[in-house]
DNA sequence: CCGCAAAGTGGACACTGTCAACACCGGAAG
DNA sequence: CTTCCGGTGTTGACAGTGTCCACTTTGCGG
Protein backbone atom coordinates (compact mmCIF):
# COMPACT_ATOMS: atom_id res chain seq x y z
CA UNK A 1 0.00 0.00 0.00
CA UNK A 2 0.83 3.86 -0.13
CA UNK A 3 2.39 4.40 2.89
CA UNK A 4 3.50 1.14 4.70
CA UNK A 5 6.77 0.20 2.84
CA UNK A 6 9.70 1.85 4.27
CA UNK A 7 11.49 4.91 2.57
CA UNK A 8 13.86 7.29 2.96
CA UNK A 9 12.87 8.27 6.31
CA UNK A 10 11.00 5.26 7.79
CA UNK A 11 7.89 6.12 8.36
CA UNK A 12 7.13 9.99 7.84
CA UNK A 13 3.37 10.47 7.83
CA UNK A 14 3.42 8.66 11.26
CA UNK A 15 6.59 10.67 12.25
CA UNK A 16 4.42 13.76 11.41
CA UNK A 17 1.29 12.95 12.67
CA UNK A 18 2.59 12.20 16.40
CA UNK A 19 5.01 15.12 16.10
CA UNK A 20 1.91 17.36 15.45
CA UNK A 21 -0.26 15.14 18.67
CA UNK A 22 3.31 16.57 20.58
CA UNK A 23 2.16 20.03 19.91
CA UNK A 24 -0.85 19.88 20.03
CA UNK A 25 -1.17 18.65 23.72
CA UNK A 26 0.37 22.10 24.58
CA UNK A 27 -0.48 24.24 22.17
CA UNK A 28 -3.86 23.35 20.49
CA UNK A 29 -4.94 23.14 17.42
CA UNK A 30 -3.15 27.06 16.57
CA UNK A 31 0.10 24.91 17.18
CA UNK A 32 0.22 22.12 15.12
CA UNK A 33 1.81 24.28 12.08
CA UNK A 34 3.34 22.60 8.72
CA UNK A 35 6.58 23.76 9.42
CA UNK A 36 7.24 23.02 12.55
CA UNK A 37 5.91 19.46 12.43
CA UNK A 38 8.47 19.51 9.13
CA UNK A 39 11.05 20.42 10.98
CA UNK A 40 10.62 18.61 14.38
CA UNK A 41 10.00 15.03 11.68
CA UNK A 42 14.08 15.84 10.94
CA UNK A 43 12.52 16.98 7.48
CA UNK A 44 12.42 20.07 5.47
CA UNK A 45 8.95 21.51 4.57
CA UNK A 46 6.99 20.46 1.81
CA UNK A 47 8.13 16.72 2.75
CA UNK A 48 4.68 16.83 4.17
CA UNK A 49 2.81 17.53 0.94
CA UNK A 50 3.81 13.99 0.10
CA UNK A 51 1.76 12.53 2.77
CA UNK A 52 -1.20 15.30 3.26
CA UNK A 53 -2.77 17.47 0.73
CA UNK A 54 -2.51 20.78 2.58
CA UNK A 55 -2.32 22.17 6.29
CA UNK A 56 -6.25 20.88 6.84
CA UNK A 57 -5.62 17.69 5.83
CA UNK A 58 -2.36 17.25 8.50
CA UNK A 59 -4.77 18.80 10.99
CA UNK A 60 -7.69 16.40 10.74
CA UNK A 61 -5.35 13.43 10.75
CA UNK A 62 -3.94 14.85 14.26
CA UNK A 63 -7.74 15.34 15.20
CA UNK A 64 -8.71 12.04 14.50
CA UNK A 65 -5.88 11.04 16.69
CA UNK A 66 -6.92 12.96 19.51
CA UNK A 67 -10.28 11.94 19.06
CA UNK A 68 -9.13 8.54 19.40
CA UNK A 69 -7.49 9.47 22.51
CA UNK A 70 -10.75 10.74 24.10
CA UNK A 71 -12.79 7.93 22.55
CA UNK A 72 -10.09 5.14 24.60
CA UNK A 73 -10.06 7.08 28.39
CA UNK A 74 -14.27 6.74 27.80
CA UNK A 75 -14.14 3.31 27.05
CA UNK A 76 -11.33 2.56 29.74
CA UNK A 77 -13.44 4.31 32.33
CA UNK A 78 -16.45 1.84 31.58
CA UNK A 79 -14.99 -1.00 31.57
CA UNK A 80 -13.70 -0.08 34.77
CA UNK A 81 -17.30 -0.22 36.57
CA UNK A 82 -17.41 -3.47 38.13
CA UNK A 83 -21.08 -3.58 40.34
CA UNK A 84 -23.16 -6.80 40.52
CA UNK A 85 -26.61 -5.25 40.00
CA UNK A 86 -26.40 -5.47 35.33
CA UNK A 87 -29.00 -2.05 35.81
CA UNK A 88 -26.67 -0.11 37.97
CA UNK A 89 -23.48 -0.83 36.45
CA UNK A 90 -25.09 0.13 33.36
CA UNK A 91 -26.00 3.64 35.01
CA UNK A 92 -22.59 3.95 36.30
CA UNK A 93 -21.10 3.18 33.09
CA UNK A 94 -22.77 5.83 31.71
CA UNK A 95 -22.05 8.52 34.42
CA UNK A 96 -18.17 7.59 33.67
CA UNK A 97 -18.01 8.34 29.87
CA UNK A 98 -19.35 11.43 30.75
CA UNK A 99 -17.10 12.28 33.81
CA UNK A 100 -14.22 10.81 31.21
CA UNK A 101 -15.58 13.37 28.87
CA UNK A 102 -15.13 16.09 31.00
CA UNK A 103 -11.88 14.86 32.40
CA UNK A 104 -10.56 14.52 29.21
CA UNK A 105 -11.03 18.77 28.28
CA UNK A 106 -9.70 19.46 31.40
CA UNK A 107 -6.63 17.36 31.86
CA UNK A 108 -5.85 17.65 27.92
CA UNK A 109 -7.48 21.01 26.60
CA UNK A 110 -4.92 21.02 23.71
CA UNK A 111 -5.95 17.57 22.83
CA UNK A 112 -9.69 18.36 23.54
CA UNK A 113 -9.37 21.48 21.38
CA UNK A 114 -7.64 20.15 18.68
CA UNK A 115 -10.50 16.67 18.39
CA UNK A 116 -12.72 19.43 17.30
CA UNK A 117 -11.01 20.65 14.77
CA UNK A 118 -13.47 20.69 11.51
CA UNK A 119 -15.46 17.79 12.03
CA UNK A 120 -12.61 15.06 12.12
CA UNK A 121 -12.87 12.22 10.22
CA UNK A 122 -10.93 9.93 11.55
CA UNK A 123 -7.68 8.67 10.11
CA UNK A 124 -8.82 5.58 8.77
CA UNK A 125 -9.80 5.61 4.80
CA UNK A 126 -11.09 8.05 3.18
CA UNK A 127 -14.85 9.55 3.87
CA UNK A 128 -17.32 7.25 1.71
CA UNK A 129 -20.04 9.75 1.39
CA UNK A 130 -23.29 6.80 0.79
CA UNK A 131 -25.75 7.25 3.38
CA UNK A 132 -24.95 4.66 5.23
CA UNK A 133 -22.57 5.56 8.35
CA UNK A 134 -23.73 5.42 11.42
CA UNK A 135 -22.76 8.52 13.28
CA UNK A 136 -21.84 11.96 13.20
CA UNK A 137 -17.83 12.21 11.91
CA UNK A 138 -18.24 8.92 10.47
CA UNK A 139 -16.12 7.33 12.87
CA UNK A 140 -15.75 3.87 12.95
CA UNK A 141 -18.06 2.02 15.11
CA UNK A 142 -17.29 1.24 18.44
CA UNK A 143 -14.40 4.02 18.80
CA UNK A 144 -15.31 7.45 18.27
CA UNK A 145 -17.50 8.82 21.45
CA UNK A 146 -20.57 9.23 19.63
CA UNK A 147 -20.93 5.69 18.91
CA UNK A 148 -19.69 4.85 22.11
CA UNK A 149 -22.78 7.11 24.12
CA UNK A 150 -24.99 5.50 21.44
CA UNK A 151 -24.18 1.79 22.76
CA UNK A 152 -24.07 2.69 26.19
CA UNK A 153 -28.10 4.16 25.98
CA UNK A 154 -28.84 1.15 23.51
CA UNK A 155 -27.74 -1.05 26.76
CA UNK A 156 -29.90 0.95 28.91
CA UNK A 157 -32.92 0.53 26.86
CA UNK A 158 -31.89 -3.54 26.77
CA UNK A 159 -31.65 -3.58 29.92
CA UNK A 160 -35.35 -1.94 30.78
CA UNK A 161 -33.61 0.71 32.69
CA UNK A 162 -34.63 3.60 29.78
CA UNK A 163 -37.88 4.15 28.51
CA UNK A 164 -37.62 3.23 24.45
CA UNK A 165 -39.96 5.87 23.73
CA UNK A 166 -37.81 8.52 24.60
CA UNK A 167 -34.92 7.05 23.03
CA UNK A 168 -34.43 8.86 20.07
CA UNK A 169 -32.41 11.68 20.27
CA UNK A 170 -31.20 10.57 23.56
CA UNK A 171 -27.51 10.80 22.23
CA UNK A 172 -27.96 14.30 21.46
CA UNK A 173 -28.81 15.23 24.96
CA UNK A 174 -26.26 13.67 26.70
CA UNK A 175 -23.44 14.38 24.14
CA UNK A 176 -24.33 18.20 24.13
CA UNK A 177 -24.70 18.33 27.82
CA UNK A 178 -21.59 16.89 28.61
CA UNK A 179 -19.83 18.49 25.63
CA UNK A 180 -20.98 22.10 26.24
CA UNK A 181 -19.82 21.79 29.52
CA UNK A 182 -16.18 20.93 28.72
CA UNK A 183 -16.28 23.74 25.73
CA UNK A 184 -17.08 26.31 28.02
CA UNK A 185 -14.43 24.88 30.70
CA UNK A 186 -11.42 24.72 28.38
CA UNK A 187 -12.02 27.77 26.10
CA UNK A 188 -14.86 29.64 26.83
CA UNK A 189 -16.16 31.95 29.33
CA UNK A 190 -16.12 29.86 31.87
CA UNK A 191 -12.42 28.86 31.41
CA UNK A 192 -10.54 28.85 34.70
CA UNK A 193 -13.24 28.45 37.20
CA UNK A 194 -12.30 27.54 40.39
CA UNK A 195 -12.52 24.25 41.81
CA UNK A 196 -15.12 24.03 43.92
CA UNK A 197 -17.29 25.93 41.74
CA UNK A 198 -16.10 23.60 38.62
CA UNK A 199 -17.17 20.38 41.32
CA UNK A 200 -20.59 22.02 41.62
CA UNK A 201 -20.29 22.85 37.84
CA UNK A 202 -19.44 18.91 36.65
CA UNK A 203 -22.36 17.23 39.52
CA UNK A 204 -25.27 20.26 38.14
CA UNK A 205 -24.59 19.14 34.72
CA UNK A 206 -24.47 15.10 34.89
CA UNK A 207 -27.02 14.89 37.50
CA UNK A 208 -29.44 17.10 35.79
CA UNK A 209 -28.76 15.60 32.45
CA UNK A 210 -29.41 11.75 34.31
CA UNK A 211 -32.44 12.73 35.92
CA UNK A 212 -33.75 14.80 32.52
CA UNK A 213 -32.93 11.33 30.06
CA UNK B 1 -11.48 60.19 27.54
CA UNK B 2 -9.06 58.59 25.11
CA UNK B 3 -10.65 57.78 21.57
CA UNK B 4 -14.34 59.63 22.28
CA UNK B 5 -13.05 62.63 20.63
CA UNK B 6 -13.29 63.12 16.98
CA UNK B 7 -10.04 62.23 15.20
CA UNK B 8 -8.34 61.51 11.51
CA UNK B 9 -10.55 58.95 10.20
CA UNK B 10 -13.70 60.13 12.40
CA UNK B 11 -13.89 56.73 14.83
CA UNK B 12 -11.53 54.49 14.01
CA UNK B 13 -11.94 52.43 16.53
CA UNK B 14 -15.85 51.91 15.87
CA UNK B 15 -15.21 51.58 12.53
CA UNK B 16 -12.29 48.75 13.23
CA UNK B 17 -14.71 46.56 15.42
CA UNK B 18 -17.78 47.04 13.02
CA UNK B 19 -15.85 45.92 10.12
CA UNK B 20 -14.30 42.94 11.91
CA UNK B 21 -17.77 42.01 12.75
CA UNK B 22 -18.75 41.58 9.12
CA UNK B 23 -15.63 40.01 8.50
CA UNK B 24 -16.49 37.56 11.05
CA UNK B 25 -20.21 37.18 10.01
CA UNK B 26 -19.42 35.02 7.23
CA UNK B 27 -15.61 34.03 7.84
CA UNK B 28 -15.43 33.20 11.11
CA UNK B 29 -12.86 34.73 14.04
CA UNK B 30 -10.46 33.39 11.34
CA UNK B 31 -11.74 36.22 9.19
CA UNK B 32 -11.37 38.90 11.39
CA UNK B 33 -7.59 39.73 10.16
CA UNK B 34 -5.45 42.88 11.35
CA UNK B 35 -4.72 43.99 7.86
CA UNK B 36 -8.01 43.01 5.92
CA UNK B 37 -10.04 45.34 9.14
CA UNK B 38 -7.27 48.00 8.78
CA UNK B 39 -7.54 48.35 4.67
CA UNK B 40 -11.97 47.79 4.82
CA UNK B 41 -11.55 50.79 6.93
CA UNK B 42 -9.65 52.98 4.28
CA UNK B 43 -6.70 53.18 6.22
CA UNK B 44 -3.52 51.71 6.63
CA UNK B 45 -2.33 48.65 8.54
CA UNK B 46 -0.68 49.62 11.56
CA UNK B 47 -3.22 52.32 12.20
CA UNK B 48 -5.13 49.74 14.07
CA UNK B 49 -2.18 49.97 16.79
CA UNK B 50 -2.92 53.30 18.10
CA UNK B 51 -6.66 51.40 19.72
CA UNK B 52 -5.82 47.81 20.08
CA UNK B 53 -2.67 46.30 21.45
CA UNK B 54 -3.10 43.83 19.23
CA UNK B 55 -4.81 41.57 17.21
CA UNK B 56 -6.13 39.58 20.01
CA UNK B 57 -7.19 42.42 21.75
CA UNK B 58 -9.10 43.52 18.63
CA UNK B 59 -11.07 40.02 17.81
CA UNK B 60 -11.61 40.34 21.83
CA UNK B 61 -13.48 43.41 20.97
CA UNK B 62 -15.43 42.01 18.32
CA UNK B 63 -15.68 38.94 20.21
CA UNK B 64 -17.75 40.90 22.66
CA UNK B 65 -19.63 42.40 20.11
CA UNK B 66 -20.84 39.65 18.90
CA UNK B 67 -21.82 37.85 22.39
CA UNK B 68 -23.79 41.15 22.81
CA UNK B 69 -25.68 40.09 19.58
CA UNK B 70 -26.36 36.71 21.26
CA UNK B 71 -27.73 38.70 24.20
CA UNK B 72 -30.12 40.96 22.22
CA UNK B 73 -31.68 37.78 20.61
CA UNK B 74 -32.26 35.88 23.74
CA UNK B 75 -33.73 39.23 25.41
CA UNK B 76 -35.93 40.15 22.68
CA UNK B 77 -37.18 36.50 22.26
CA UNK B 78 -37.84 36.32 26.15
CA UNK B 79 -40.39 39.32 25.93
CA UNK B 80 -41.72 38.15 23.28
CA UNK B 81 -43.49 35.12 25.21
CA UNK B 82 -46.83 36.73 26.67
CA UNK B 83 -48.73 34.08 28.79
CA UNK B 84 -50.81 34.72 31.30
CA UNK B 85 -50.14 32.04 33.78
CA UNK B 86 -46.68 33.72 35.52
CA UNK B 87 -45.68 30.17 35.99
CA UNK B 88 -46.20 29.22 32.31
CA UNK B 89 -44.79 32.24 30.79
CA UNK B 90 -41.64 31.86 32.94
CA UNK B 91 -40.99 28.44 31.69
CA UNK B 92 -41.72 29.70 28.24
CA UNK B 93 -39.60 32.13 28.75
CA UNK B 94 -36.78 29.78 29.77
CA UNK B 95 -37.66 27.95 27.20
CA UNK B 96 -37.52 30.60 24.55
CA UNK B 97 -33.65 31.58 25.71
CA UNK B 98 -32.65 28.58 24.97
CA UNK B 99 -33.84 28.32 21.46
CA UNK B 100 -32.69 31.96 21.22
CA UNK B 101 -28.98 30.61 21.69
CA UNK B 102 -29.44 27.68 19.66
CA UNK B 103 -31.11 29.58 16.26
CA UNK B 104 -28.56 32.66 16.86
CA UNK B 105 -25.59 29.51 16.58
CA UNK B 106 -27.68 27.94 13.66
CA UNK B 107 -28.57 31.54 11.93
CA UNK B 108 -24.80 33.21 12.66
CA UNK B 109 -22.32 30.57 12.99
CA UNK B 110 -19.28 33.13 12.35
CA UNK B 111 -20.64 35.53 14.83
CA UNK B 112 -21.26 32.49 17.06
CA UNK B 113 -18.20 30.84 16.69
CA UNK B 114 -16.48 34.40 17.32
CA UNK B 115 -18.27 35.35 20.35
CA UNK B 116 -16.48 32.49 21.80
CA UNK B 117 -13.12 32.98 21.25
CA UNK B 118 -10.53 33.63 23.91
CA UNK B 119 -13.25 33.93 26.82
CA UNK B 120 -14.56 37.25 25.38
CA UNK B 121 -14.33 39.97 27.97
CA UNK B 122 -17.12 42.89 27.08
CA UNK B 123 -15.80 46.03 25.13
CA UNK B 124 -16.27 47.84 27.85
CA UNK B 125 -13.92 49.26 30.68
CA UNK B 126 -10.38 47.07 31.25
CA UNK B 127 -11.28 43.76 32.88
CA UNK B 128 -11.46 44.54 36.85
CA UNK B 129 -9.57 41.27 38.48
CA UNK B 130 -11.11 41.82 41.87
CA UNK B 131 -13.09 38.94 42.92
CA UNK B 132 -16.33 40.79 42.85
CA UNK B 133 -17.54 40.41 39.20
CA UNK B 134 -20.85 38.65 38.98
CA UNK B 135 -20.43 35.98 36.64
CA UNK B 136 -18.39 34.57 33.77
CA UNK B 137 -17.00 36.66 31.06
CA UNK B 138 -17.44 40.11 33.26
CA UNK B 139 -20.28 40.50 31.18
CA UNK B 140 -21.92 43.27 32.12
CA UNK B 141 -24.98 42.55 34.28
CA UNK B 142 -28.31 42.09 32.47
CA UNK B 143 -26.41 42.19 29.11
CA UNK B 144 -24.29 38.29 28.67
CA UNK B 145 -26.26 34.89 27.65
CA UNK B 146 -25.01 33.90 30.99
CA UNK B 147 -26.91 36.64 33.24
CA UNK B 148 -29.84 36.35 31.34
CA UNK B 149 -29.98 32.66 31.86
CA UNK B 150 -29.66 33.67 35.46
CA UNK B 151 -32.19 35.63 36.01
CA UNK B 152 -34.67 33.33 34.40
CA UNK B 153 -33.86 30.35 36.86
CA UNK B 154 -33.74 33.01 39.47
CA UNK B 155 -37.79 34.21 38.28
CA UNK B 156 -38.57 30.58 38.70
CA UNK B 157 -37.68 30.14 42.02
CA UNK B 158 -39.34 32.83 42.79
CA UNK B 159 -42.62 31.41 41.50
CA UNK B 160 -42.01 28.68 43.03
CA UNK B 161 -41.38 26.70 39.94
CA UNK B 162 -37.99 25.76 40.63
CA UNK B 163 -36.84 23.66 43.84
CA UNK B 164 -34.25 25.93 45.67
CA UNK B 165 -32.15 23.58 46.94
CA UNK B 166 -31.26 23.01 43.17
CA UNK B 167 -30.84 26.34 42.06
CA UNK B 168 -26.74 25.51 42.16
CA UNK B 169 -25.27 25.03 39.25
CA UNK B 170 -28.13 25.06 37.45
CA UNK B 171 -27.19 28.02 34.96
CA UNK B 172 -24.09 25.54 34.03
CA UNK B 173 -26.69 22.65 33.81
CA UNK B 174 -28.63 24.54 30.92
CA UNK B 175 -26.38 26.42 29.39
CA UNK B 176 -24.25 23.11 29.08
CA UNK B 177 -26.66 21.87 27.23
CA UNK B 178 -27.91 24.16 24.52
CA UNK B 179 -23.87 25.39 24.13
CA UNK B 180 -22.87 22.19 23.73
CA UNK B 181 -25.63 21.31 20.90
CA UNK B 182 -24.86 24.74 19.36
CA UNK B 183 -21.13 24.19 19.16
CA UNK B 184 -21.64 20.78 17.93
CA UNK B 185 -23.77 21.72 15.37
CA UNK B 186 -22.08 24.91 13.92
CA UNK B 187 -18.35 23.63 14.14
CA UNK B 188 -18.59 20.05 15.71
CA UNK B 189 -18.75 16.55 14.02
CA UNK B 190 -22.69 17.46 14.30
CA UNK B 191 -22.30 19.87 11.48
CA UNK B 192 -24.95 19.54 8.79
CA UNK B 193 -27.00 17.45 10.31
CA UNK B 194 -30.18 16.92 8.24
CA UNK B 195 -33.00 19.27 9.34
CA UNK B 196 -35.37 16.35 10.25
CA UNK B 197 -32.51 14.99 12.54
CA UNK B 198 -31.57 18.71 13.75
CA UNK B 199 -35.04 19.21 14.96
CA UNK B 200 -35.37 15.97 16.96
CA UNK B 201 -31.76 16.92 18.43
CA UNK B 202 -32.99 20.50 19.26
CA UNK B 203 -36.26 19.18 21.01
CA UNK B 204 -34.54 16.05 22.88
CA UNK B 205 -31.72 18.87 24.33
CA UNK B 206 -34.50 20.98 25.50
CA UNK B 207 -36.97 18.65 26.78
CA UNK B 208 -33.99 16.58 29.05
CA UNK B 209 -32.96 19.82 30.36
CA UNK B 210 -36.19 21.02 31.30
CA UNK B 211 -37.30 17.72 32.77
CA UNK B 212 -34.22 17.76 34.52
CA UNK B 213 -33.37 20.43 36.16
C1' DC C 1 1.05 81.69 16.62
C1' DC C 2 3.66 77.72 18.18
C1' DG C 3 4.58 73.35 19.83
C1' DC C 4 3.56 68.97 21.21
C1' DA C 5 1.28 64.75 21.73
C1' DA C 6 -2.06 61.91 19.52
C1' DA C 7 -3.15 59.67 15.11
C1' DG C 8 -1.78 57.63 10.93
C1' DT C 9 2.01 56.12 7.31
C1' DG C 10 5.72 53.45 5.19
C1' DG C 11 9.13 50.11 5.54
C1' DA C 12 11.08 46.16 7.45
C1' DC C 13 11.40 41.45 9.67
C1' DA C 14 10.18 36.78 10.82
C1' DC C 15 6.93 33.53 10.05
C1' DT C 16 3.31 30.91 7.67
C1' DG C 17 0.94 27.89 3.68
C1' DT C 18 1.48 26.78 -0.96
C1' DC C 19 3.39 26.10 -5.62
C1' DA C 20 6.94 24.77 -9.14
C1' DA C 21 11.13 22.79 -10.44
C1' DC C 22 14.82 19.94 -9.18
C1' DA C 23 17.61 15.87 -6.84
C1' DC C 24 17.70 11.38 -5.01
C1' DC C 25 17.05 6.47 -4.61
C1' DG C 26 15.28 1.90 -4.89
C1' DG C 27 12.97 -1.56 -7.25
C1' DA C 28 11.13 -3.37 -11.87
C1' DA C 29 11.92 -4.18 -16.76
C1' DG C 30 14.90 -5.31 -20.20
C1' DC D 1 23.84 -5.87 -14.57
C1' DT D 2 22.18 -1.78 -16.49
C1' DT D 3 18.48 1.44 -17.20
C1' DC D 4 14.66 3.80 -16.41
C1' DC D 5 10.87 5.67 -13.63
C1' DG D 6 7.86 6.98 -9.97
C1' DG D 7 7.62 7.83 -5.16
C1' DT D 8 10.19 10.72 -1.77
C1' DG D 9 12.39 14.67 -0.18
C1' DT D 10 14.81 19.40 -1.14
C1' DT D 11 15.49 24.19 -2.60
C1' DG D 12 13.67 28.40 -3.88
C1' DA D 13 10.13 31.47 -4.47
C1' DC D 14 5.70 34.17 -3.61
C1' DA D 15 1.85 36.23 -1.25
C1' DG D 16 -0.03 37.14 3.10
C1' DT D 17 0.14 37.81 8.12
C1' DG D 18 1.32 40.09 12.98
C1' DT D 19 4.45 43.15 14.93
C1' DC D 20 8.21 46.59 15.66
C1' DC D 21 10.46 50.91 14.31
C1' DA D 22 11.09 55.50 12.68
C1' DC D 23 8.73 59.02 10.35
C1' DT D 24 5.06 62.42 9.11
C1' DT D 25 0.79 64.76 9.69
C1' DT D 26 -2.81 66.99 12.26
C1' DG D 27 -5.43 69.46 15.47
C1' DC D 28 -5.88 71.44 19.87
C1' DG D 29 -4.17 74.12 24.13
C1' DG D 30 -1.02 77.38 25.83
Known amino acids: MATSRAYHHGNLRE ?4 GGVDLARTGGPAAVVLRAVSRRAGVSHNAAYRHFANHEDLLAAVAARCMEKLGRLMLARSAAVDL ?8 AR ?7 YIDFALAEPGWFRTAFCGTATPEGEARHDG ?3 DGPGCEGPGEGPYAILSAHL ?13 R ?9 AVHGLSDLL ?8 PGAELRTAVEA ?5 ARGL
Chains 1, 2 share one sequence.
Not at 205 to 209: D, Q
Request: hydrophobic share 50%; proline share 9%; no cysteine.
Open 15 to 18: ALVA
Open 168 to 176: PGAEYAAWS
Open 131 to 133: PSH
Open 154 to 166: DELVRLGAFPADR
Open 94 to 100: LDAIGRA
Open 84 to 91: PDEVAAAR
Open 205 to 209: VLSTV
Open 186 to 193: VEGPLRGL
